[in-house]
C-alpha cells in the first residue's frame, strides 16, 4: 500500500513534507475533517490531494476560482493523476463524459464550482458515486464579511447532511477570529481539527508611506527598490487601475490593467502575460490575484488603503512566494481613511456589519499608524505573538517622536473656531496662514488662530491630523470635515501631553532615498 510520503515523492516528485501538510495528510487521509488555516504559499493542495490519492474514491475539490481549474487539472494530469474539472466553461457533452468517469471509479480528483455542486443533479450523481473526501477550497469565501463572498458556500453545509461520513477539508489563507469561527459554524466543522500554521511570511518586507504624491511615490519605488521585477499594484477602483496602469507605460514601464470591467479576452491576456513574463506589473482591482500562482511576484503595491487587515494579508501574501526576498509597499493617507469611513455608512448594510466593518478598519489604520514593528501589529491580529522583526520599515528606520502637544492644541481649537466642519486641507491652510479664496470667503484669515502653524511643515500637520483620527480624537464627517471627540478634551484642558511620530522625507519615499 502507498504511504503518504511515497506520494509526495513518487507523483510529485517532492522529497519531503512541509510544516504541517504530514500532519494534515494524515488525518484527513485516516478520516478526519479538518480546518487548514495556512499562508498563501504554504502548500495547501497537497493537503488534499494526496488523501484523495490514498483513500478510495474520488476527492472531490470545491473551489471558486473557474478560470483557474483547467490549469490546476492540467498540472495533475502531467503527474499522471487521473484528474477533471467540471465548470460552466465546458461544453455539454464535456461534462457528460466526466459525470460518467466519476460514476465509473475512474477519477482521483474532481474541482467542481461551487454552484454546480450544490444542484440537485450533481448531489445524486455524488450519492451514486464512490467519495473519497470533500475538500473546501478558499473556504473564507463563505464569510459575509470578507470581500471574496460566496452566497453558494454557505449552501456547502449540505455535504455535512448528505454525506456525514466522508471526510472533510476546508482551507483558507485568510483567517482572523471572526472568520474562522464563521468557517466553522457556517460548514459545520465544529468537530473538525483546526491546523493553524504560523501566518508569518518572513521574507516579506513591509512599507508604509505617508502619501505624498502617490504616482511619483510609487515610481520611485518601482525604479529604485524593484527596476525591472514582477509584481501587483492595487488600486480601489477600475477608473484607477486603467490611469495608473497607462502613467506607468508612459513611464516606460510594462504595465497591465486587470479589473472586472475589461473583457474577457484583454483580461486573461493580460493574466497570461504576468504569469509569463519575468518583468510585467500588473496593475488590478482587487479582482486580480485569488488563486494566482506565480511564484516571483517580487512586490505586492497598494495605491489606496485596503478595508481590512484580513484582506491586505492576503493580498501582500501574493509577493514572494518563492521564499526570495519580496516587498509589500503601500501610500496612505487622511483621504484614504474618510472615503473608506465613507464607504462603510453610505453602504446600507445593517447596523451589526457596519460595526464589524468599522472594527475591521480600525485594525487596518492601527497598521498604519503603528508606534514599531509592523510585522508584530500584523501577527497579532493573527493572535500571533512576535518580536520586532528587523524586516519592516518601523524597525530599520525607527520613527522619530516630537513633543506635538501644543501643536495639537492649536488644530483642535482650529478646528473648534471655524466650525467643525471643513476639511484637512483648510485647516491647514488656516494653520499656515495661507492666502486662498476659500479663507477670504470664509473670513477665516481673521480666526485667532490663522497663520501661528507656519513653523510646522504642511506633511507634518497632515500626519498629526492623521494620527488624531486614528486616536479617535477627531472624527470625519462624510464630507471630510473634521470634528472633535471627546478623547481630546484632556489635552484642550492642558491635562494631557502628546507625543506623535514625525514625518520624515525618507519615510515618504519609503526609507530608501536615504540608501541610494
Ligand atoms: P497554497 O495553496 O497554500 O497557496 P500551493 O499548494 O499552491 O500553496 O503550494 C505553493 C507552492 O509550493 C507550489 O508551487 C507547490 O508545488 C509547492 N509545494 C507545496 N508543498 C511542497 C513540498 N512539500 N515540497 C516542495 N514544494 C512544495
Ligand atoms: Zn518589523
Given at each position: 500500500m502507498s504511504t503518504a510520503l511515497s506520494v509526495l515523492q513518487h507523483t510529485f516528485g517532492y522529497s519531503a513534507f512541509r510544516g504541517q501538510q504530514a500532519e494534515i495528510v494524515e488525518h484527513v487521509a485516516t478520516g478526519g475533517d479538518a480546518l487548514v488555516l495556512m499562508p498563501t504559499g504554504g502548500g495547501k493542495s497537497l493537503c488534499y490531494q494526496i488523501p484523495a490519492l490514498l483513500r478510495e474514491g474520488c476527492g472531490i475539490v470545491v473551489s471558486p476560482l473557474i478560470a483557474l481549474m483547467q490549469d490546476q487539472v492540467d498540472a495533475l494530469v502531467q503527474l499522471g493523476v487521473r484528474a477533471a474539472f467540471l465548470n460552466s466553461t465546458l461544453a455539454l457533452h464535456e461534462a457528460n463524459d466526466?459525470?460518467?468517469?466519476?460514476?465509473?471509479?475512474?477519477?482521483?480528483?474532481?474541482?467542481?464550482?461551487?454552484?454546480?455542486?450544490?444542484?440537485?443533479?450533481?448531489?445524486?450523481?455524488?450519492?451514486?458515486?464512490?467519495?473519497?473526501?470533500?475538500?473546501i477550497d478558499e473556504a473564507h469565501c463563505v464569510s459575509q464579511w470578507g470581500h471574496d463572498f460566496r452566497p453558494e458556500y454557505i449552501q456547502l453545509s449540505?455535504?455535512?447532511?448528505?454525506?456525514?461520513?466522508i471526510p472533510r477539508i476546508a482551507l483558507t489563507a485568510t483567517a482572523d477570529q471572526l472568520t474562522r469561527q464563521e468557517i466553522v459554524d457556517r460548514l459545520a466543522l465544529q468537530s473538525a481539527r483546526v491546523f493553524l500554521s504560523s501566518f508569518d511570511r518572513p521574507n516579506i518586507h513591509y512599507t508604509v508611506v505617508e502619501k505624498d504624491n502617490p504616482r511619483k511615490q510609487l515610481l520611485y519605488f518601482l525604479r529604485n527598490v524593484h527596476p525591472g521585477d514582477a509584481g501587483i499594484v492595487y488600486c480601489l477602483s477600475r477608473k484607477k487601475v486603467e490611469e495608473t496602469a497607462a502613467w506607468l507605460q508612459e513611464q516606460g514601464l510594462r504595465a497591465l490593467p486587470y479589473h472586472a470591467g475589461l473583457d474577457t479576452s484583454t483580461r486573461q491576456a493580460n493574466q497570461t502575460r504576468f504569469l509569463r513574463e519575468d518583468s510585467t506589473i500588473i496593475v488590478a482591482t482587487v479582482a486580480f490575484g485569488m488563486g494566482i500562482d506565480k511564484p516571483d511576484v517580487r512586490f505586492v503595491a497598494h495605491l489606496d488603503l485596503p478595508k481590512s487587515l484580513e484582506g491586505y494579508y492576503q493580498e501582500t501574501g501574493r509577493a514572494g512566494r518563492d521564499g526570495l526576498p519580496a516587498s509589500a509597499w503601500m501610500t496612505y493617507g487622511l483621504q484614504d481613511m474618510v472615503l473608506l469611513r465613507d464607504m462603510i455608512e453610505q453602504s446600507g448594510t445593517p447596523d451589526e456589519i457596519k460595526r464589524i466593518e468599522r472594527q475591521k478598519l480600525d485594525a487596518m489604520l492601527g497598521y498604519c499608524e503603528a508606534p514599531s514593528c509592523r510585522r508584530q501589529v500584523l501577527l497579532h491580529y493573527f493572535n500571533e505573538d512576535a518580536t520586532p522583526c528587523g524586516n519592516c520599515d518601523l524597525c530599520t528606520n525607527p520613527p522619530q517622536t516630537w513633543d506635538a502637544t501644543t501643536a495639537v492644541q492649536k488644530a483642535l481649537s482650529t478646528i473648534y473656531?471655524?466650525?467643525?466642519?471643513?476639511?484637512?486641507?483648510?485647516?491647514?491652510?488656516?494653520?499656515?496662514?495661507?492666502?486662498?479664496?476659500?479663507?477670504?470667503?470664509?473670513?477665516?484669515?481673521?480666526?485667532?488662530?490663522?497663520g501661528i502653524g507656519k513653523d510646522i511643515s504642511e506633511a507634518q500637520w497632515r500626519s498629526l491630523l492623521r494620527q488624531l483620527v486614528a486616536m479617535a480624537m477627531i472624527g470625519v464627517s462624510e464630507h471630510g470635515g473634521l470634528y472633535l471627540l471627546d478623547a481630546c478634551r484632556g489635552i484642550l484642558r492642558g491635562e494631557q501631553h502628546l507625543q506623535l511620530r514625525k514625518v520624515s522625507?525618507?519615510?515618504?519615499?519609503?526609507?530608501?532615498?536615504?540608501?541610494?
Amino acid at each position: 500500500m502507498s504511504t503518504a510520503l511515497s506520494v509526495l515523492q513518487h507523483t510529485f516528485g517532492y522529497s519531503a513534507f512541509r510544516g504541517q501538510q504530514a500532519e494534515i495528510v494524515e488525518h484527513v487521509a485516516t478520516g478526519g475533517d479538518a480546518l487548514v488555516l495556512m499562508p498563501t504559499g504554504g502548500g495547501k493542495s497537497l493537503c488534499y490531494q494526496i488523501p484523495a490519492l490514498l483513500r478510495e474514491g474520488c476527492g472531490i475539490v470545491v473551489s471558486p476560482l473557474i478560470a483557474l481549474m483547467q490549469d490546476q487539472v492540467d498540472a495533475l494530469v502531467q503527474l499522471g493523476v487521473r484528474a477533471a474539472f467540471l465548470n460552466s466553461t465546458l461544453a455539454l457533452h464535456e461534462a457528460n463524459d466526466i459525470e460518467q468517469a466519476l460514476l465509473a471509479g475512474e477519477l482521483e480528483l474532481l474541482y467542481v464550482a461551487p454552484e454546480r455542486l450544490l444542484t440537485p443533479r450533481f448531489q445524486s450523481l455524488l450519492h451514486r458515486s464512490n467519495i473519497a473526501l470533500f475538500a473546501i477550497d478558499e473556504a473564507h469565501c463563505v464569510s459575509q464579511w470578507g470581500h471574496d463572498f460566496r452566497p453558494e458556500y454557505i449552501q456547502l453545509s449540505v455535504l455535512h447532511e448528505n454525506f456525514p461520513d466522508i471526510p472533510r477539508i476546508a482551507l483558507t489563507a485568510t483567517a482572523d477570529q471572526l472568520t474562522r469561527q464563521e468557517i466553522v459554524d457556517r460548514l459545520a466543522l465544529q468537530s473538525a481539527r483546526v491546523f493553524l500554521s504560523s501566518f508569518d511570511r518572513p521574507n516579506i518586507h513591509y512599507t508604509v508611506v505617508e502619501k505624498d504624491n502617490p504616482r511619483k511615490q510609487l515610481l520611485y519605488f518601482l525604479r529604485n527598490v524593484h527596476p525591472g521585477d514582477a509584481g501587483i499594484v492595487y488600486c480601489l477602483s477600475r477608473k484607477k487601475v486603467e490611469e495608473t496602469a497607462a502613467w506607468l507605460q508612459e513611464q516606460g514601464l510594462r504595465a497591465l490593467p486587470y479589473h472586472a470591467g475589461l473583457d474577457t479576452s484583454t483580461r486573461q491576456a493580460n493574466q497570461t502575460r504576468f504569469l509569463r513574463e519575468d518583468s510585467t506589473i500588473i496593475v488590478a482591482t482587487v479582482a486580480f490575484g485569488m488563486g494566482i500562482d506565480k511564484p516571483d511576484v517580487r512586490f505586492v503595491a497598494h495605491l489606496d488603503l485596503p478595508k481590512s487587515l484580513e484582506g491586505y494579508y492576503q493580498e501582500t501574501g501574493r509577493a514572494g512566494r518563492d521564499g526570495l526576498p519580496a516587498s509589500a509597499w503601500m501610500t496612505y493617507g487622511l483621504q484614504d481613511m474618510v472615503l473608506l469611513r465613507d464607504m462603510i455608512e453610505q453602504s446600507g448594510t445593517p447596523d451589526e456589519i457596519k460595526r464589524i466593518e468599522r472594527q475591521k478598519l480600525d485594525a487596518m489604520l492601527g497598521y498604519c499608524e503603528a508606534p514599531s514593528c509592523r510585522r508584530q501589529v500584523l501577527l497579532h491580529y493573527f493572535n500571533e505573538d512576535a518580536t520586532p522583526c528587523g524586516n519592516c520599515d518601523l524597525c530599520t528606520n525607527p520613527p522619530q517622536t516630537w513633543d506635538a502637544t501644543t501643536a495639537v492644541q492649536k488644530a483642535l481649537s482650529t478646528i473648534y473656531r471655524s466650525g467643525q466642519r471643513y476639511g484637512a486641507g483648510h485647516i491647514i491652510d488656516i494653520l499656515r496662514g495661507k492666502d486662498t479664496a476659500k479663507m477670504r470667503e470664509c473670513g477665516h484669515q481673521h480666526l485667532s488662530t490663522f497663520g501661528i502653524g507656519k513653523d510646522i511643515s504642511e506633511a507634518q500637520w497632515r500626519s498629526l491630523l492623521r494620527q488624531l483620527v486614528a486616536m479617535a480624537m477627531i472624527g470625519v464627517s462624510e464630507h471630510g470635515g473634521l470634528y472633535l471627540l471627546d478623547a481630546c478634551r484632556g489635552i484642550l484642558r492642558g491635562e494631557q501631553h502628546l507625543q506623535l511620530r514625525k514625518v520624515s522625507e525618507a519615510r515618504q519615499w519609503g526609507g530608501t532615498k536615504a540608501s541610494t
